[in-house]
């Protein structure tokens, strides 16, 4: 059996969002893909972009799952400073802006960072890098809510 099997409806809302939907047994499971503008770019279109992800969280049931997945353009930081609802400790590098958007983001939602909730060894920490960037896949949880956001250090 496939996973395609499951999928029940497919939404891309623009460039920056797509949602899948599948029903696998009793569960529905909400995948959204989101991709942050970089950092280069202005103010508004960051602003634009984080009222879209809400709206997209919004439009889902309270009793279906939720997975977000996506490059957030920033990190959370190795710890949780002032944040210890959401992030467990257990980081990777220094706190940027978007690190904060995306923790004030997850606290809003009630989610929890729950790749930050365990020590990883070194070698785990990061999950990809070139020369001038290295990443860290994070995975947020909570209450049957489940996101994942990626994380870039450089």
Known sequence: MELRE??????????????????????????????EPHAGLDEEVKRCFWEGLDEIVHQVPPAEKLFIGGDFNGHIGASAGGYGEVHGGFGFGERNGGGTSLLDFTKAFGLVIANSSFPKRKEHLVTFQNAVAKTQIDYLSSGGVIASCARIAR
Do not use: P
Not at 9 to 33: A, H, P, Q, S
């Open 6 to 35: 499951f999928v029940v409806e497919v939404r891309r809302v623009n460039d920056r969002f797509m949602v899948i939907k599948f029903v696998v047994g009793e569960y529905t499971l909400n995948v959204v893909r989101a991709y």
